[in-house]
């Protein structure tokens, strides 16, 4: 009995230092690089972004007209082209 204790003890003590060890020894994570190499503008009057499909890049006014954008013109003032736009009647 007494000998399984001690087994059953030293096991515990092992996984307990393993743990704090490998906690220990983790390396904070290098902080990743977010500058964007290209900036597009879409117009305000084109609503808030709602989300991407196949279809490109969709803004929804608020007068419920969705624009699917799909190709951003890098670096330029001008809006991007509108692929397809859907609007309410």
Known sequence: MKERIFWL????FI???SFH???AQSKEPLPQDLSAQCVATVPKEW???VGSSTYG???KDSA???RFVTNFSCG???PPHVATAVQRN
């Not at 003890?9 to 515990?12: D, G, N, P, R």
């Open 64 to 66: 419920g007209t969705i």
């Open 47 to 49: 609503g808030d972004y």
């Open 21 to 23: 060890t490998g906690r």
């Open 9 to 12: 003890a030293l096991l515990i």
């Open 15 to 17: 996984m307990v230092v």
């Open 76 to 78: 330029f003032k001008t």
């Open 57 to 59: 890049v969709a803004f």
